[in-house]
């Protein structure tokens, strides 16, 4: 059975803020076996909303960490496919959030009907996708 990790320790692993919990979440990291940490899908956002947040990353910083955790074999990643998707329109979609892409990539896997939604920027997308 795997184990949840927080985004606290992924933080502390890709930003190296504080040195001795830097080291803890290298060890805890590099010493996993494969598919032992579940890296849940709100986890992996919240991870990614403090990068850029608190740490100021930029949206191509983000995607390029993004990218690595979902090439580590040592998550298990439910919903991993819509994750790649959505980090894939996060990637191209300026405007829009990681949350609204994950909108935009559950509709494009045909788990959803539809998009409920006043935003403008999502509507503009479904429009441009269902023409």
Do not use: H
């Not at 986890?43 to 090439?71: D, M």
């Not at 580590?72 to 405007?95: C, G, H, M, Q, Y």
């Amino acid at each position: 059975m795997a184990v949840a990790i927080d985004s606290s320790i992924l933080v502390r692993y890709f930003t190296k803020d504080n040195e001795e919990l830097f080291e803890k979440a290298t060890t805890m990291i590099t010493e996993a076996k494969p598919n032992s940490i579940l890296l849940d899908r709100v986890i992996f956002a919240e991870f990614g909303y403090v990068l850029r947040s608190v740490y100021e990353l930029n949206k191509k910083q983000v995607v390029l960490i993004y990218e690595s955790l979902l090439s580590n074999n040592i998550f298990s990643i439910p919903d991993r496919e819509l994750l790649e998707a959505t980090v894939k329109l996060f990637s191209k979609e300026k405007p829009l959030s990681f949350e609204d892409c994950w909108l935009l990539a559950l509709k494009n896997s045909d788990k959803v009907s539809d998009i409920l939604t006043f935003d403008d920027g999502i509507l503009k997308r479904l429009k441009i996708n269902a023409n």
